[in-house]
């Protein structure tokens, strides 16, 4: 790990213009992911700005019903928080599904958001990454990639500076993305709302940036609108072991059900692609339609159709449709 | 760069400098002499560097020593008051619930923490009823509220029981 | 000597050091010296997997304030004559990645890993080989295999005994490379006194690393004394001398202080061994009975450019089950990846898992209940040695086993049980491992009024050997318990086997008795009275076939949306002699099943062909099994007494819990969902073949 200065600040205001004077600064909140990067030589900043008591660790209700989360509120608070189990449930079972109880309690809410690829080239300084070194290629397309993604990944071949195949692996982010969350950014023009839809970035020309964020700007609160048919809604995850590892594939979705017709539907899919993947092709066979095993099936593999997966992660394809499918029909099945 | 701060584990203060790259885990190991907490990965990933900070559980490889100044370090050694084992210990040491033992520091504190988040009934990936008002620690959640503390003697049949005992010492398991 | 005391041994006492481990008080290897004044070394390792070194800039690491030394093949100390897998450091050579090529020693651990970053080596690298296929045309055939063994063996005409045997199976296996990953990582700390190399080290027994580590430095026995009371797991990584120890011993060497050198997890998937991968061919030809006509077991598997290592895998074949004409191969393809070692039950692990799912694949052609299969072809004698058993009780695990399971009126037909969305089946597997003792030492010295020293220089992974040899001590000298203070695990204490191959309570119980004997109706003088005793091997394993067995069986649960694989519960019996602690000897059976489930769900190193690293090198993408994969675990022994072995009755029990393990996990698997995976793990991907 590089040499860093460690700094704190009174309030965020005064984190952001801390950072905004120190290009190869980064902000410290509960540290589970940044400090493993650090060891790793993944990440160098010279300088953390400890941002964990400057944001809030409150949970307070929005005038619609929603609920505005602080970002330094903990995974484990923000799961075990009443509101969120009875309005989102969801969200609190995608909080649950994520890393081990210790993790839980100290990583931020924020910070869940902003977690890079556990790709191992990625995290593994020896290996050409593009993500982490611009330009060195993609090691894990001819390489490791059973668990990385089949949707919205670029592939023009290892020695491209495109190529990219990495999955976004927070759980939390995957529910937030099915409720149409929005991220309440501080930076050092001003406060502003982005869509969660905005915050992350498929890899495109430049796998290097996960997020839309400017350096400097601070994630001080997620907003979750009301969504009353939440209350029917839930998070599945695939993975390796029965707890404590990163999704094979998870879906996250919510089912507005009138009668026999799926009045509205929230998908969302998790270890599929560089975002959390909002499944909206399979949304939109979905909204106004019967709500029969028979039309999942196929508005998940409407969804799935776009897959691209290499040799050794083409089990997602059916998997994901398997769990988008079984998913909407225990929705559907369930007492709302 | 270094830092002055004071540590306060298992209830002692010590003031000491540290790097700001030294985690807690490396201070209470390399700098205090005080290595109840293990190693065993240094990634967050194996749990067996668990303690309590402010009653909390946390992997204290990846806390850095400068943001847990103020705080109350709690390593397994500190769950014992004075000469008096913990109910824990006792339960592990019954149920043979480790073999090596080093993992084993790790699955207390980690235990102790469980107890903790059952008695403000918070729900687990395997909880039926997201709106109970109360946590029942069966099997089942024991298990899956334990699997951040891995156990390569593979003793978790035994430490299943372990914590259950003391769950129902407790009033967190019917 | 003091009255008769109830016996200890076959007790179910606690753990004597329980109370210090729950606490985190019992020192492992790092938390020696904690006295603030060692220091750190870091390693830096190859990226070239085969290659030269053709610079290595250390001034940037030498730069920073703190860095004591950077050792590399330049400046560091000449090693002895040791084998070619511990050298290092010592010419521009590589020959794997993660080979070390420097080591840095600083005042902290932040600085040596800093620096250690700052090394810059540039290589004269060749492309990587190491992939193993069966199709290669370099596999050889070694001289001959671990522990001994012969590389291939034949009885009678097989190709001729299968091509006329009316039902037969012809399936090939994979097993993954797979790492030990005890969670105490490997540490050693190091200083010399003066001419005396003291050092604190994670191992499976320091006699062990004496004839590598006095070679390395060149120093006598007695000038090398290494400590290693508690071991944080080892499961095979610890028993033999690796580079780190060297490494600290050089380090410590340059600068006269005493240094800390911790392997970092990544450093264990290449610095400390792992299993090979295995191919394996079996062939099997029977009557329609079931009778067995003839076995051929082919194994393919791999080692290093810097080792010979012929893993064991198709002994246990040799033995499990009667067969007129039998044969057995192994070959080996030398690959450019790190020096395998032993992993738990070497050979017996990846071999019976595919013998015995080769077995249940029979059975189902033959359409043979699994467990009858098994019983109608028992052998009265080992069948390739020719001479009897010592004690196997193979048939009385199978139906004990079969009993508390509740196996009987199992529907045999795949695919067809289901509980919501759970796809339900069961499956059984046969256990064995080899019984075996060694040559130990120990001494007892005896003080009026005071409790017996009891010294060996064994070694306590996890085993229970702390409490286990206190007990037998006891015994033997009939005493309580609390009358025995045991001393283990420092190469100054009477030269013991070290903690392997099962053979810790065979060797070290008996070398104990055979000290405790020299005392028996001695009065002991006022200054005290000091004996020694010796046991080892006889001509038993001459005379004698010996081998613990044991019966496993598994119900799995498979999702049948996403393939996921769920054990809810298991059973194990086992036929290992005598048990001297009901409590860690059940511990033991625990450990090795519950090591098997996870074998079958979820090991598996992947080295990436282009670089040939091991990709996922650390405990997030190398999944061992976490509490939650883990159900009921239904364990029992049957009442056996190996008197023909050693004078204790005891076969060992710290590898037979794992052989077989999968390959139950496995054949339940096809019984719950008519797929047949024979590739491990059983991830869920594989369901969707």
Not at chain 3, 200 to 210: E, F, I, K, S, T
Request: hydrophobic share 40%.
């Amino acid at each position: 790990m590089r040499e860093f200065r460690y700094e704190k600040a009174t309030d965020p205001a005064g984190a952001v213009a801390l950072l905004a004077g120190e290009p190869e600064g980064a902000y410290l909140g509960g540290g589970t992911n940044l400090v493993d990067l650090m060891r790793l030589g993944v990440a160098t900043p010279d300088v953390l700005v400890d941002v964990r008591q400057l944001t809030s660790t409150e949970v307070e209700d929005l005038p619609d019903g929603g609920l505005r989360i602080g970002a330094a509120v903990p995974n484990a608070d923000l799961a075990g928080e009443r509101r969120v189990r009875e309005r989102y449930p969801l969200l609190a079972q995608a909080l649950l599904a994520g890393a081990s109880g210790q993790l839980r309690n100290r990583a931020t809410t924020g910070g869940n958001l902003l977690q890079r690829t556990r790709c191992t080239y990625f995290t593994d300084t020896t290996m050409p990454c593009n993500k982490r070194e611009p330009g060195s290629g993609c090691g894990a397309v001819n390489g490791y990639h059973r668990n990385l993604a089949v949707l919205g990944a670029t592939n023009e071949g290892a020695d491209s500076s495109h190529t990219c195949i990495a999955t976004h692996p927070s759980d939390m982010a995957v529910a937030l993305r099915a409720l149409d969350a929005s991220v309440r950014v501080l930076g050092a023009d001003g406060e502003r709302s982005i869509p969660i839809a905005e915050l992350h970035r498929l890899p495109g020309d430049d796998p290097s940036r996960d997020t839309t964020l400017a350096h400097g700007e601070l994630i001080t609160a997620i907003d979750v609108p009301a969504l009353p048919w939440a209350t029917r809604s839930r998070y599945r995850k695939v993975r390796d072991r029965a707890s404590y590892a990163f999704a094979l594939v998870s879906v996250a979705a919510a089912m507005d059900l009138q009668g026999d017709v799926v009045a509205d539907v929230r998908i969302a899919l998790g270890g599929v692609a560089h975002v959390p993947w909002r499944a909206t092709v399979a949304e939109d066979l979905l909204r106004g339609g019967p709500a029969t095993e028979a039309a999942f099936v196929a508005a998940a593999e409407a969804e799935l159709a776009a897959a691209d997966p290499l040799s050794d992660n083409a089990f997602k394809i059916p998997m994901a449709t398997n769990m988008v499918t079984r998913t909407l029909v225990q929705l559907a099945e369930a007492r709302a | 760069m270094d830092n002055q701060i004071t540590l306060r584990v298992d209830g002692a203060d010590t003031p000491l400098t540290v790097d700001t790259r030294t985690s807690l885990l490396d201070a209470m190991r390399e700098r205090l002499g005080a290595t109840s907490a293990k190693k065993g990965c240094d990634h967050g990933q194996c749990g067996a560097c668990t303690v309590l900070l402010d009653g909390r559980r946390v992997n204290s490889c990846l806390v850095l020593a400068v943001t847990a100044e103020g705080q109350e370090v709690t390593t397994s050694d500190g769950l014992a008051t004075g000469g008096t084992p913990h109910a824990l210990h006792d339960a592990f040491v019954d149920h043979d619930a480790y073999q090596c033992g080093y993992c084993t520091p790790g699955q207390i504190a980690s235990a102790a923490g469980v107890l903790a988040e059952a008695a403000r009934g918070w729900p687990s990936a395997v909880t039926e009823d997201l709106v109970a008002d109360a946590t029942d620690l069966t099997d089942a959640e024991i298990r899956e509220r334990m699997s951040g503390n891995l156990c390569r003697c593979a003793a978790y049949a035994n430490i299943v029981p372990a914590v259950a005992e003391v769950a129902v010492e407790q009033g967190v398991r019917a | 000597m003091t009255a008769t005391t109830e016996r200890a041994v076959g007790s179910d006492v606690r753990r004597i050091d329980g109370p210090a481990k729950v606490r985190g008080l019992a020192p492992y290897a790092f938390e020696h010296e904690v006295d603030g004044t060692a220091v750190f070394v870091a390693l830096v390792q190859s990226t070239a997997a085969k290659g030269r070194i053709t610079s290595i800039d250390t001034s940037a690491a030498q730069a920073l304030t703190g860095v004591l030394a950077v050792l590399t093949h330049e400046n560091a100390p000449r090693l002895g004559d040791v084998a070619d897998e511990v050298v290092v450091l010592q010419s521009d050579r590589v020959q794997y990645v993660g080979e070390p090529v420097a080591a840095v020693v600083a005042e902290t651990s932040e600085v040596a890993r800093d620096a250690a970053a700052r090394v810059v080596v540039t290589y004269d690298a060749q492309t990587p080989d190491v992939e193993l296929r069966t199709d290669r045309d370099d596999l050889y055939a070694p001289e001959q295999l671990m522990a001994g063994f012969e590389t291939d063996s034949v009885i009678g005409d097989v190709d001729a005994a299968l091509a006329a045997a009316p039902v037969g199976v012809d399936i090939t296996y994979e097993t993954p490379n797979q790492h030990n990953n005890p969670i105490e990582m490997h540490a050693t700390v190091a200083r010399w006194d003066g001419d005396v190399l003291r050092m604190w080290d994670a191992n499976q027994g320091p006699h062990n690393l004496v004839p590598v580590i006095t070679e390395a430095f060149g120093i006598t026995e007695d000038r090398l004394h290494i400590v290693s009371p508690y071991v944080g797991g080892a499961f095979g990584s610890k028993a033999y001398t690796h580079v780190h120890q060297l490494i600290a011993g050089m380090a410590a060497k340059v600068t006269g202080r005493t240094v800390k050198l911790e392997l970092t997890r990544p450093q264990m998937f290449t610095l400390v061994g792992h299993r090979t991968p295995t191919i394996q061919r079996l062939r099997l030809g029977a009557e329609l009975d079931g009778t067995l006509t003839a076995i051929s077991h082919e194994v393919v598997e791999h080692t290093s450019q810097n080792a010979e290592f012929a893993e064991q895998t198709a002994t246990a074949t040799r033995l499990m089950y009667a067969a007129p004409a039998r044969r057995t191969t192994h070959r080996l393809a030398r690959l450019d990846v790190p020096a395998p070692t032993i992993m738990r039950a070497p050979g017996e692990t990846p071999g019976m898992y595919a013998l015995e799912s080769a077995m249940d694949e029979l059975a189902v052609v033959l359409g043979i209940d699994p467990v009858e299969l098994r019983l109608r072809n028992e052998p009265d004698r080992d069948p390739e040695r020719d001479v009897p058993f010592s004690t196997r009780n193979l048939v009385a695990c199978l139906r004990q086993g079969a009993e508390r399971f509740g196996w009987a009126g199992r529907d045999p037909r795949p695919g067809v049980r289901e509980d919501g969305r759970w796809l339900v089946g069961t499956g059984v597997a046969a256990a064995t491992y080899p019984t075996r003792r060694r040559p130990s030492a120990a001494r007892i010295e005896a003080v009026p009024g005071k409790p017996y020293v009891v010294s060996i220089d064994a070694s306590d992974i996890g085993t229970g050997a702390w409490t286990a040899l206190t007990q037998i001590a006891a015994d033997a000298l009939r005493v309580p318990m609390d009358r025995v203070d045991l001393r283990i695990g420092d190469s100054r204490l009477p030269k013991a086997s070290g903690a392997g191959g099962s053979t810790g309570i065979t060797s070290w119980g008996p070398a104990i008795m055979a000290a405790a004997e020299q005392l028996a109706d001695r009065d002991i003088p006022a200054g005290g009275l000091t004996v020694t005793g010796e046991a080892g091997p006889g001509d038993e394993a001459e005379q004698y076939s010996s081998h613990a067995f044991g019966a496993h069986f598994a119900e799995v649960r498979v999702d049948r949306d996403s393939g996921e694989v769920r054990v809810p519960r298991m059973t194990g019996v086992f036929a290992a002699g005598r048990i001297i602690n009901s409590t860690t000897g059940r511990s033991q059976f625990l450990g090795g099943m519950t090591m098997g489930l996870s074998m079958a769900l979820h090991e598996e190193s992947v080295l990436d062909r282009t670089h040939g690293h091991y990709a996922n090198h650390d405990l997030a993408e190398y999944h061992i099994a976490a509490n939650a994969d883990v159900g009921e675990m239904d364990i029992s022994w049957i009442d056996e007494v190996d008197d023909l072995h050693n004078p204790l009755g005891a076969k060992g029990i710290g590898e037979i819990g794992i052989v077989g393990s999968a390959a139950a996990i496995g054949n339940a698997y096809w019984h719950a969902t008519g797929r047949r995976v024979r590739d491990l793990p059983i991830t869920p991907d594989k369901y969707f073949r």
